[in-house]
């Protein structure tokens, strides 16, 4: 499956933006998703992630109440919804689809997901 993120963009401290993946190839809704960032000298990290059928979500403790991530199958499409931006925010945000259909694991790790988006930057100033 191939993965195309978009929305990233500058956004002021305390702002908002809205990711979107979006499938082609294949259908996602047999994968759980999850986006994932990386900023400037630091390691790709865990952000939010959504189990196939969408009943489960998964956040990283740093973006926990302020980003929400939701799919939408029959659209083949992953979003995050990001508010409260801060400038740790800033990094390349990664959408991902998991190696196993229909698994009842929905991983946090990098290894747990083999299909990879080509990354929107986000930027918050502050």
């Known amino acids: 499956v191939q993965l195309q993120a978009s929305g990233g963009g500058l956004v002021q401290t305390r702002g908002s933006l809205r990711l979107s993946c979006a499938a082609s190839?294949?259908?996602?809704?047999?994968?759980?998703m999850a986006w994932f960032r990386q900023a400037p000298g630091k390691e790709r990290e865990f952000v939010a992630a959504?189990?196939?059928?969408?009943?489960?979500?998964y956040y990283a403790d740093s973006v926990k109440g302020r980003f929400s991530i939701s799919r939408d199958n029959a659209k083949n499409t992953v979003s995050l919804e990001m508010n409260s931006l801060k400038p740790e925010d800033t990094a390349v945000y990664y959408c991902?689809?998991?190696?196993?259909?229909?698994?009842?694991?929905?991983?946090?790790?990098?290894?747990?997901?083999?299909?990879w988006g080509q990354g929107t930057l986000v930027t918050v100033s502050s």
């Open positions: 190839g294949q259908t996602i809704s047999a994968y759980n």
């Open positions: 991902a689809g998991s190696t196993s259909r229909y698994s009842n694991y929905v991983g946090r790790r990098i290894g747990d997901f083999g299909s």
């Open positions: 959504i189990s196939w059928g969408g009943a489960y979500k």
